[in-house]
């Protein structure tokens, strides 16, 4: 297992309590409703949020564990974060947005650069290199998003809701176009979502989470033919 | 003529007492200026501006308005940073004693800094002793008194912007592998930009206009720590037309940055939230 994460944090209106592993290659799809606490969760894994109880490892390597105060601080684990609305910095062009890890972490301008473009033509946006983040579409910002991501190579990949900040006529075509590319990512990675649609079409395993909990996990069929709770019920009914 | 449909507007008109208040408002604030610039010698504008000792006052002012700005952005933004982003106890407490001096009577700022940094003062004479260094009487005595009433301004303006400032694409940064400060210089300062401008002009024109805590501190020698605020006060007493003029230089830049920054200011904040 890459991923190897089983923790609790607890405040004082909220608690969440989950235990999850992915290995590499794999996407593991987080459901639940709102407030249920799956960024949270993400924020866990990315360094952003500090565990209670319990601990988190990736490949072995103890990323953050209270009892023996370890914390690896966000910027030192091997973690890449697609954000919700993606978060392109606005003051920089898509291909230094791109390149910001490399740069960030000490890579030369021209090599950083070099890899940037790299990236783009991945994801299919060569052409777009110089335009503001925004002067580009919904769908081409996630597809930056996950480029960037990906620049610094990180073993544990995470996904928060990379499809919800798009148009319903789109979000097909994106999806899509995402799960092809997420075929050539050989970290493992995390997918948060509210719709099933994207944890059927994206992920190969799903866990559920209501209210701080998991409540069931598992393949998407398996789950959908026998729901724990109403809400996964009411949930994966009209999809499957 | 008919008004084209698109062209019609509705204006929410202001209920007459409150404009009537309003005016009067106004007219409070424009007379005193109406009345300056009815007294002032235009024709000998340029005369007056030339005298030495008008110039020599101005050109003090500028240089230490200036240095007192560029102070207030060096210290002034860090410590704006701590204290939108920082926890730790008291931080409320050292807003205020770091702000106290916009509310301050300046004299009272220029006593404290006299009775502290002055030649005999609690930590001036350490100054003094080891580096034979004064702050009284001298240039730093000004920009030194300037920057303590001026960088407030400063500190208030970016820290409103770095609140509002979404601290997610720092969030975002960091999880690409930005140090702290790189992530400050890379992100934070872009996306507070315009509160940097819009703060260290509030910060220089506080500096330019800056009296009671300079001369209270630095004193009042012409070319070292008389500026054209000081130069314009004791002026009142001697030569009339040259406090008009030093008034006139005084009101029109004071004008042009407040129009300049119009709704920068009020709206740093507001602005900066993309």
Known sequence: MTLDARFSIVRPTFSLDVDVNVAPGETLAVLGPNGAGKTTLLRALAGLAPITRGSISLDGTVLDDPEHSVFVPVEKRPVGFVFQDYLLFPNMTIIENVAFGLRARGTAREAARARAGELLEWVGLSE??????????????????????????????????????????????????????????????????????????????????????????????????????????????DVS | MKTPPSARRIHDRAPWPVVVVATLAIAFFALPFIGLLGRTPWSDLFDVLGESRVRTALWLSIRTSVASAIASLA???????????????????????????????????????????????????????????????????????????????????????????????????????????????????????????????????????????????????????QTMSIATYLALDTDAREALVLSVVMIATSFAVLFGLRDRWMGAATGMSR
């Open chain 2, 75 to 225: 210290f002034g933004v860090p410590l704006a940073w701590v204290l939108a982003r920082g926890r730790f106890p008291g931080r409320s407490a050292v807003r205020a004693l770091c702000t106290m001096s916009m509310v301050l009577p300046p004299v009272v700022g220029g006593v404290a800094l006299f009775f502290s940094f002055g030649r005999q003062g609690v930590f001036g004479r350490f100054l003094d002793d080891w580096f034979s260094f004064q702050f009284t009487f001298s240039v730093w005595g000004v920009i030194l008194a300037q920057t303590f009433v001026a960088m407030p301004y400063l500190v208030l303006t970016v820290e409103a912007a770095i609140r509002q400032a979404d601290a997610r694409f720092e969030d975002a940064a960091r999880s690409l592998g930005g140090s702290r400060w790189y992530v400050f210089r890379r992100i934070t300062v872009p996306a507070i930009r315009p509160a940097l401008i819009a703060g260290a002009v509030l910060a220089w024109a506080r500096a330019l206009g800056e009296f009671g805590a300079t001369i209270t501190f630095a004193g009042n020698f012409p070319g070292t720590t």
């Open chain 1, 128 to 237: 777009h290199a110089q335009k503001k983040p925004g002067q580009i579409s919904g769908g081409q910002a996630q597809r930056v998003a996950l480029a960037r991501a990906m620049a610094v190579s990180p073993r544990l990949l995470l996904l928060d809701e990379p499809l919800a900040a798009l148009d319903v006529t789109t979000r097909r075509s994106v999806r899509t176009d995402l799960s092809h590319l997420l075929t050539n990512v050989d970290s493992a990675r995390i997918l948060v979502t509210h719709d099933p649609r994207d944890a059927r079409v994206l992920a190969d395993r799903l866990v559920i989470i209501e209210d701080g909990r998991i409540v069931q996990s598992g393949s998407f069929d398996g789950i959908a033919a026998n729901p724990a709770t109403p809400y996964v019920h009411e949930l994966l009914g």
